[in-house]
């Protein structure tokens, strides 16, 4: 009943910049964090950026000082402005959320999207 949908990958050559989209729709009571994720082929699903609801953000040092993470709380909705990107940027990028479905569920729930691809050429 909760579902969210990302946006806005391609192709793009490196040091040129992308813009990610994530919406969530269904049931939503409140959104707590909400984060991005890549997965690069081969390896290991990591961390990119996380936004509180608050606004408070966290990167990793691999994207600090080049990408962006924003939120609209009542859109319910976040973005990713990515800049000068590497080809060690590419994969597939997720959206994650933890999201309060219910006022007397008190305890929230993580929630993927289905992924993105950005790919980063030399």
């Known amino acids: 009943q909760v579902r969210l949908v990302e946006s806005g990958g391609g192709l793009v050559q490196a040091g040129g910049s992308l813009r990610l989209s994530c919406a969530a729709s269904?049931?939503?009571?409140?959104?707590?964090?909400m984060g991005w994720y890549r997965q690069a082929p081969g390896k290991q699903r990591e961390w990119v950026a996380t936004?509180?609801?608050?606004?408070?953000?966290n990167y990793a040092d691999s994207v600090k000082d080049r990408f962006t993470i924003s939120r609209d709380n009542a859109k319910n909705t976040m973005s990713l402005q990515m800049n000068s990107l590497k080809p060690e940027d590419t994969a597939v990028y997720y959206c994650?959320?933890?999201?309060?479905?219910?006022?007397?569920?008190?305890?929230?729930?993580?929630?993927w999207g289905q992924g993105t691809q950005v790919t980063v050429s030399s």
């Open positions: 994650n959320a933890r999201i309060r479905t219910s006022p007397s569920n008190y305890a929230d729930a993580p929630y």
């Open positions: 269904g049931i939503i009571f409140s959104i707590n964090a």
């Open positions: 936004i509180s609801s608050g606004g408070s953000t």
